[in-house]
């Protein structure tokens, strides 16, 4: 069995910071990609950043220049530095991550139970 479990989610105010954090543990193989989605009420899940097993990153364009991910790949971790926070970015922050569960599994993907970032004065 896999999990992920994110932390780090919160209240801020409008120019503000927040770093969450995804630990996946359990029966783990290998974990190609592994980052971040958020979905805002009314909204379709989107994607937020997601970094690589070679360490390329992929992110939206909404959060270039404000937002960071970072992976410990000996953690099975990957981090989320949010800074100049937007009320915008308010939305339900979900932990995923592309992991085999063994040489020979498939690769699946897995989702944390998500954690709410608020960004309002």
């Known amino acids: 069995q896999v999990q992920l479990v994110e932390s780090g989610g919160g209240l801020v105010q409008p120019g503000g910071s927040l770093r969450l954090s995804c630990a996946a543990s359990g029966s783990i193989y290998s974990i190609n990609a592994m980052g971040w989605y958020r979905q805002a009420p009314g909204k379709e899940r989107e994607l937020v950043a997601v970094?690589?097993?070679?360490?390329?990153?992929n992110s939206s364009d909404s959060v270039k220049g404000r937002f960071t991910i970072s992976r410990d790949y000996a953690k099975n971790t990957v981090y989320l530095q949010m800074s100049s926070l937007k009320p915008e970015d308010t939305a339900v922050y979900y932990c995923n991550a592309e992991i085999k569960r063994s040489s020979n599994d498939y690769r699946g993907r897995y989702w944390g139970q998500g954690t709410q970032v608020t960004v309002s004065s």
């Open positions: 970094v690589t097993s070679g360490s390329t990153i």
